[in-house]
């Protein structure tokens, strides 16, 4: 086994096959590179598990449910798994910007009185007819 990584990247996925590919480059895509990807899928019913499985990186750790445990239980499996003392959590819906891990990890590691950091959320859509004004 490697040495522990510095930040588990936590991605549970449940039938998110039109997403989670680009989920998954833009996580790839970090400025920051010491990280596991754990991604998580809670039983999908779609092409989600072939999706995930078709990804090659050595970052990658793929584990699938054999039944469904649904959003909690699958992040606690998530928590008892991962190997790094930080942990960033995603949506198989969502994108990161390419420095999110880099800038959120800079402000935990220069202030450890803080435990939680968050992000900023810009929606996007395929149909800008579907975004807000």
Known sequence: MTAAP????????CNNAATVQQTVASILAQTFADFELLLIDDASTDASPDLARALHDQRIIFVRNPERLELTRTLNKGLALARAPFIARIDADDLCLPERFEKQLAFLQNRPEIAVVGSFVQKFSDDAATLPP
Request: hydrophobic share 60%; charged share 0%; proline share 12%.
């Open 6 to 13: 510095t930040l588990t990247v936590l991605l549970p996925i």
